[in-house]
């Protein structure tokens, strides 16, 4: 149904992402798989290693040099009701920022959305969102950048966020 994402970028390189997938489930999977402890996990294990290759899909750099998002965490709760729940997953990377000017790169393939989407960045105070390219709506607040898109856009390709520290 919708999809949300934050990241978090520290002034050391550190890139902290969680990703939350909306969906509805009238027919409650996910609520009875909640219950059977192996079965959750075995589900939980093949979400993890999906995202994981999704993410290995991509390309990301920080300042020109590869960098590999890894999936850290993966979990499904639920929205207050059982027909509600979301997964998410905590993913990190780190790339080496310059004293000033850095940009983040990355290349994925383009889709339509089938759901809205929106994503938070956030940088460390004191860094100035310089440029941002994507085929995604956005508004920079200080130093943040709000991105979204509606069902049906067309998202993905190059994408890249150039900003300075100071």
Not at 28 to 35: A, H, I, Q, R, V
Not at 104 to 117: G, Q, S, V
Not at 147 to 152: F, I, P, T, Y
Request: one cysteine or more.
């Amino acid at each position: 149904m919708h999809a949300s994402s934050f990241f978090s970028v520290t002034r050391d390189g550190e890139f902290h992402q969680l990703l939350q997938y909306d969906y509805y489930d009238p027919d409650g999977f996910y609520f009875k798989l909640e219950k059977d402890e192996k079965r959750f996990a075995e589900e939980i294990k093949t979400l993890w290693h999906s995202m994981q290759g999704y993410l290995e899909e991509e390309t990301n750099k920080v300042n020109g040099e590869l960098v590999f998002p890894e999936v850290k965490f993966c979990d499904i709760q639920f929205r207050g009701k059982r027909e509600h729940p979301f997964i998410l997953w905590i993913i990190t990377f780190k790339g080496v920022f310059q004293r000033r000017i850095n940009n983040y790169e990355t290349i994925t393939e383009e889709e339509e959305l089938e759901y809205d989407c929106y994503a938070i960045w956030q940088f460390p105070l004191n860094t100035k969102i310089l440029q941002v390219e994507s085929k995604l709506n956005y508004d920079i607040f200080g130093n943040r950048i709000i991105l979204w898109a509606d069902q049906g856009m067309k998202i993905g390709g190059y994408e890249r966020i150039q900003f300075e520290f100071f």
